[in-house]
């Protein structure tokens, strides 16, 4: 059985890493989840031994037996979070315990063993150290770090594996969304949903999002660059969008998100954001809020801003919604005060420029 603190990930270099030239063309637009570094970092787990063998090693091809429990009964959880460069020229994670908490409870939810926290940390840490120079320098720039964990063992039964590999791999990105900040727009599917009451709404893992391309495909086809859901049963509260949770601006400054009952993924940017506004002195609720409302609140006034938010483009302004019924603008269909005030004030912390709430910054190397 892996003690975490008694065993740190071994690093075993990779002989075939780019040169130092290759890599900084590549750093020159790396966009967003196409440019990825030298290594990743690997633990085993199996019953009998628990997690063992953690590594950082050269990021290469998975082998796996075609009847690997992952590629027919998708046990399969991941998450996202980001390294920066502060401007004493460290890196640092951002709330990376909280990722980690959350990653316990999606492999609760998915009937796999959980991760402990410290080990996950560490591996982030390990991966980051190793690959620092792949920090983009670019504005906007950070190492996103995708942990993930698949079901490994080779048989062909429905029930939990008894094999699991957990890995750790590094993209360098630029800004998520191309171009200067604009309000982007979305479409209210009222067809499909993401998830309902008692599923893995709550859980990051790769059902919900596979579940939720076809959405976004319609979206696109009504030209909206994102798709928004409602609740299952009724299809009528607004709950999240196809990768991001959502926040109202109302015209008394106060501000509304839709609760965390189950059926939404709690987001580690929602949860800063309603932290952020709090510490301003802004009302935050957390209520159901219905996509008739929204329209009647965005056609009177009463609503000024929406925006969404998540770990890969942080805070994203929403100008526009476009249903079956039609299409409605928020505030003028431009970033609005509270929402680029709330983003600023984010992405300073995570640059290092401002100091957050304490222990929201963790320095790695």
Known sequence: MLNVLASPFRHQPNSRAVSDVERAERLIDPGFGRVFTDHMAVVRWSEGQGWHDPSITARE??????SAAVLHYAQEIFEGLKAYRLPDGKLALFRADANARRFRESARRLAMPELPEE????????LATV??????????GSLYLRPFMIASEAFLGVKPSAEYLYMVIASSVGAYWRG???AVSIWASR???????GGTGAAKCGGNYAASLVAQAEAIRQGCDQVVFLDAAERRWVEELGGMNIFFVFDDGSIQTPPLTGTILPGITRDSLITLARGMGLTVREELYAIDQWRADAESGRLTETFACGTAAVVTPIGTVAEAQGRFT?????PGPVTTRLRDALVAI????AVGPD???QPIA
Request: hydrophobic residues 40%; negative net charge.
């Open 191 to 197: 067809e499909y949903a993401r998830a309902a009451a």
């Open 359 to 361: 222990g929201w910054m």
């Open 180 to 182: 200067p900040a604009r």
């Open 61 to 66: 091809p998975l082998t796996m037996d075609p």
């Open 119 to 126: 080990l996950f940390i560490e591996s982030c840490r390990a």
């Open 330 to 334: 928020i505030g003028g269909g431009v």
């Open 350 to 353: 995570q640059r290092g420029t």
């Open 131 to 140: 690959d620092r120079e792949w920090m983009p320098t670019v504005e906007g």
